[in-house]
């Protein structure tokens, strides 16, 4: 998997990048306008990350550019302007998605994977986790070859877990992922302390092994080293 | 009172105080230069009637020329000629009554050694009602004359003002939020030209001021927003270290909600200056019905959570004109406050209808002034988490689309109504 970082300021661009490399992808960046069009006429990227409002020139222009070029590639805007007008424009235009600053990296994660997956096999694979099966396409979930009936809450929490995998999960992120930030954080947490009691529950009963550890004091850790 | 109706009351005022003094001055001149005119043929009459006196020594059988009573008695010779002009009054027969009359008394010796005494009276009557006449005559042309000057003082003033109460209007109807310039008309009066190009300058520097203030109050969000973004990216980064101690750990998650905090914060104050900025202009006809619906299913899950039951009379296709987005944020905005600020197996009312919107709650009793709730970061001590924004959001969204908000707290049940 390769992705683009188009991003004037460094320090977030690295970040970024940093944070998709643990995961053994392949991550570059560029910080201005020239420099993106020049990579992105060099390789193919499976996703690209543009902010708009680059040194010499707007990201909605490589946009443009890439659309005309017909490349098929999951474009997702990172601005920091939570204007409606930006976002449809740039929708408009082919982007996929649009993520206002600031971010966590784990919700860019989660919505470049979901995007890639969309792309590289129009949502009909499936996501497998050890003896966890995904189908994101009719929402189905098995453990161990048994259908789990999850709630829409616990299903978001296992596919943003599972695409953030290995990872140590901030509390805040996970409860912005599925409820938004219109919701008090003191009680979102409550919630998603409950939700994560009966997702493990449920995996737990068919047979699955316990993948979620809390992280004391920031939140939680999916990974496949079972505690 | 107008400026027209003072300058008129005084004008009248002072009219009326030079109308009783000019009055006062009047009636004794007029009486004065009457007498003298009286005294002058009495004289004349005296001198006649004492050349005829002299020499004949009887008293003569005389008509006055002025039309006088004259009386001449014989006495004892007196020791010098006096004479003596004054006001008497003579009883008149026919009449049978007081006339007042002017009296010249004249008292003289004749050629034979003998001693005259003559009265001659003028009867005052006509002169009394001439002088009358004069002062009717007099006071009629000086009332007739302040009249004149009054109503044409009141109408060159009103012309001479219009300009200066078109300012008045355009002043009254400017906002110093909209767009356009004050830009007051011409006048040719100087002093209102003035007026008016000092008070374009003013507005036009006050405008200035005021966008680039707003202007920066945007940029400044909107600037953080990247700093913040920064931040938070280094800690997904940082926390991912295996060998942080659980004290670093719990440091770290105290960081993400303090940075989550912040940045709500400023995207509070990122929308409100957007408001204020004239950026959600657009509006379009919102099923405020359906928005409310949505608001509810989203929240369902919260409110079954903590206990609180939801109660809602919603009118179906409930439709105002006003941006589609902030139509999303007041709604949101109004339940998550009736949820945050919710007691536990609370309840939250909210009905709709085409005339108000009504979002009642449950919860503790308010402790300050209910109108205080819609300033910027107004919280309560039980919600650490909200940084008290959501409800100055909602007024600045009511003012901005033209309802009208009010809030009402009965000890532990707190009502906002929404007016359309």
Redesign the interface.
Known sequence: MKILVIEDEKELAQAIREYFRKDDQVCECAFNRDEATEKLNLYDYDCILVDIGLPDGSGLDIIRDLKNQQVDTGIIIISARNSLDDKIDGLNIGADDYLTKPFYLSELNARVKSIIRRKSFSGGNEIVFEEIRIIPDQMVVSVCGHPVDLTRKEYDLLTYFLANKNRVLNKESIAEHLWGDNMDMADSFEFLYNHIKNLRKKILEKGGKNYIRTVYGIGYKFSSSVS | MKLLTKTTVYYIAFSFLAFIIGGVILYPVLKGILYREIDENLVTEQLLVEETLRYSDTIPDYHSVFGHMIEVQRGVKPSKYVMNIQDTAVYDPETRDLIACRHLQYIMISSAGHGYTIHIYKPLQRTQSTIVEIFITVIFLFSLLIILLVAVNYFISRRVWIPFYRTLGHLAEYKIAQNEALALPDSSIYEFRMLNRTLDAMSGKIRADYQSLKEFNENAA??L??P??????????L??DENLT?DQ?????SV??A??RM??LN?GL?LIS?IENN?FQASEQVDLSEVIRKTLN?FR??CE??KIRVDSSIRPEITISMNR?LAEVLV??LV?NA??HNIPEGWIRIDLDHAALTISNTGLPLKVEPESLFGRFRKSER????VGLGLAIVKKIVLFSGMKIRYTANESVHTLKITF
């Open positions: 909107h600037e927003q990247t913040l973004a920064i931040i938070t990216s280094k800690l997904d980064l926390i991912q659980q750990l719990e440091k770290l998650g993400y909600e940075i989550r940045s709500r995207q990122l957007k950026q989203n899950e919260i959570e903590k987005i949101s905005n998550t949820v945050v919600s650490r988490d909200s």
